[in-house]
């Protein structure tokens, strides 16, 4: 199925997506740098949180450099930089393997949709 002009036109639009990544990935160090005790008490899963938020981290970047491969590796080189970081966050523990992992399935599962997503335009 074509897209449409006015698809193809968002998907153009580079620099945005760029910007969003950035975006995003000043959310995602805030949320994992704050202090173990100003955590919000009711977060979901803190699983499907890495996942989701890595996989958009990873999707912008693939739409803003359409390069699948490397928007996976920054996106979970960024998530590996974090979790070394929060070695050091009072309240928190970092290198958490299973939080890499989640951070590393989202980025794929984001990059990969837009992979597609890439192509079908």
């Known amino acids: 199925m074509a897209m449409t002009s006015r698809w193809l036109g968002l998907l153009d639009r580079r620099r945005m997506w760029a910007w969003l990544a950035v975006l995003v990935a000043l959310v995602i160090a805030l949320g994992s740098l704050l202090p173990g005790d100003e955590l919000p008490a009711n977060l979901p899963s803190d699983k499907l949180n890495h996942l989701v938020g890595y996989m958009g981290l990873a999707a912008l970047i693939a739409l803003s450099s ?7 590796i920054l996106a979970v080189g960024f998530g ?4 070394w970081v929060q070695l050091y966050v009072p309240g928190r523990s970092g290198g958490d393997m299973l939080d890499i992992a989640a951070n590393a399935m989202g980025a794929l599962i984001g990059a990969g949709m ?3 997503l890439i192509r079908a335009a």
């Open 66 to 72: 359409r390069r699948f491969w490397w928007s996976v």
């Open 80 to 83: 590996l930089v974090i979790e």
């Open 114 to 116: 837009m992979a597609w």
